[in-house]
């Protein structure tokens, strides 16, 4: 398979000038293009900050990390706008929409600088949004903003879609529908999607299971036989 991403001996250490905080030190690791990979650690295990230098939204102290050929620790700010505006969709626990634009706009607005975007009706509407295309987020449930968050993350048509507890906001069988969209980018359009969560069941619908613990990789291991999402319970 196809290497994507390498990270080697990377270290994020936060200083505000009078204290530093190593949030994550030695993580190497390995994903392959169109993997589905779950991240996994508690709160403060330092997972979303390995999330983070990924989609270039933070900086490496020290160490490499690798995505597509390009060390990316290397970069400078306007280096990882661009990053980031190539490469990367985002999901977030929360949504982060914008209140006062439509489900459309909200799509829009993140393809407007992406010279290869997809279509972002026909986006919405593959995620189920065909009817609710000129609602603001205010009129939709918290699954629909969160199905809102992942057609703006496709639509940008990037080869990496991250994933920050998507599912921690919603309930149980929304938080299932809302998986298998996510499955479905990796299992059937090739796109590498990496989750992060405390859950641990899913774990069990992983092709690419990592487990930080206070900052370190403690585990990292394929899933020869990963579970439909219709199969996890929690």
Not at 16 to 30: D, P, Y
Not at 69 to 85: C, M, P, S, T, V
Not at 222 to 228: A, M, Q, S, V
Request: contains cysteine.
């Amino acid at each position: 398979m196809d290497v994507m991403m390498e990270g080697l001996n990377v270290k994020k250490v936060y200083d505000n000038g009078q204290l530093k905080v190593t949030a994550i030190q030695n993580v190497n690791f390995k994903i392959n293009k169109g993997e589905l990979v779950v991240i996994l650690g508690q709160s403060g295990a330092g997972k979303s900050t390995l999330l983070n230098l990924i989609g270039g939204m933070d900086y490496v102290t020290e160490g490499s990390l690798i995505i597509n050929g390009k060390d990316i620790a290397k970069y400078n700010k306007r280096e990882l706008i661009q990053f980031r505006r190539n490469n990367i969709g985002f999901v977030f626990q929360f949504y982060n929409l914008m209140p006062n634009l439509t489900a459309k706009e909200n799509v829009e607005l993140a393809t407007e600088l992406k010279r290869d975007a997809l279509n972002p009706v026909e986006v919405l509407k593959s995620v189920g949004l065909d009817d609710k295309l000129d609602h603001f987020p205010s009129q939709l449930s918290g699954g629909e903003q969160q199905r809102v968050s992942i057609a703006r993350a496709v639509a940008k048509n990037s080869d990496i879609i991250l994933c920050d507890e998507p599912t921690g906001a919603l309930d149980y069988e929304t938080g299932k529908g809302i998986l298998s969209l996510l499955s479905k980018q990796a299992r059937e359009l090739g796109k590498t999607v990496i989750i992060v969560t405390h859950n641990q069941a899913l774990a069990e619908m992983a092709d690419h299971l990592i487990r930080i613990k206070n900052g370190t990789i403690s585990f990292d291991e394929y899933n020869e036989n990963p579970k439909d999402i219709k199969d996890i319970e929690w």
